[in-house]
């Protein structure tokens, strides 16, 4: 199991600790996600470089904007207990005071973040579109980014905002290639042309 922890001592909800239990226990090799979709413990394969490329390019661009005390976290553990979920997004924007108010083990709230980036692999591109998408919306997360390298008409890029409920409403959405805007508080164009598309 990875170093990440999760804080579930203060939870009144029985199944909430049992799936966290669960999660703890989970046995992965080195470099897999291991998270909570839906209620169920899920083990991901570590991500492929091209993943990875299109993670920095835009972990790169969002730091030229972001203000000093908000920071881009990678591998992040963030949780949505009403809907059964822990998450290890690719990339988390949070404000500093939120990870670092926190006790060393403790999850953060998907609540907390500004923007939740995705990057699908092939294998869990299903969970990045549906239930994630659910619930980055359910904890309110402003903005969510889907790049989706396995869309079945080629790769696209979706930003997602207005959450409502478990609903987000889709702000934008194009292809490889299409430049993105990130509306405030970023105010960033990302260039998707250099991102790969095998």
């Known amino acids: 199991m990875?170093?990440?922890t999760v804080d579930h001592a203060s939870s009144n909800d029985p199944e909430?600790?049992?799936l966290?239990?669960?999660w703890e226990q989970t046995d992965a090799p080195e470099g897999c996600k291991v998270e909570i979709?839906?209620?169920i413990v899920t083990v991901s394969p570590a991500p492929?470089?091209?993943h990875n490329f299109i993670a920095v390019k835009i972990q790169r661009r969002l730091y030229s904007v972001l203000p000093e005390d908000w920071d881009i976290y990678q591998t992040l553990g963030t949780a949505v207990p009403p809907r059964r979920g822990y998450y290890i997004p690719d990339l988390a924007v949070v404000p500093d005071d939120v990870v670092l108010g926190r006790e060393p083990g403790d999850y953060v709230p998907a609540s907390a973040a500004e923007?939740?980036?995705e990057v699908t692999s092939k294998s869990n591109a299903s969970h990045d579109r549906i239930a994630k998408a659910a619930g980055y919306a359910t904890a309110g997360v402003p903005l969510y980014l889907l790049v989706d390298r396995w869309a079945p008409g080629?790769?696209?890029i979706t930003l997602f905002g207005e959450p409502t409920d478990d609903v987000y409403r889709v702000l934008w959405s194009g292809k490889f290639g299409d430049?993105?805007?990130?509306p405030a508080p970023f105010g960033l164009t990302l260039d998707t042309g250099i991102f790969p598309t095998d």
Request: proline share 8%; net charge negative.
């Open 2 to 4: 990875s170093a990440l």
């Open 16 to 18: 909430w600790d049992e």
């Open 20 to 22: 966290v239990r669960i």
């Open 37 to 39: 979709i839906e209620g």
């Open 48 to 50: 492929s470089e091209h």
């Open 115 to 117: 923007l939740i980036v």
């Open 154 to 156: 080629g790769p696209t």
């Open 179 to 182: 430049p993105v805007e990130l």
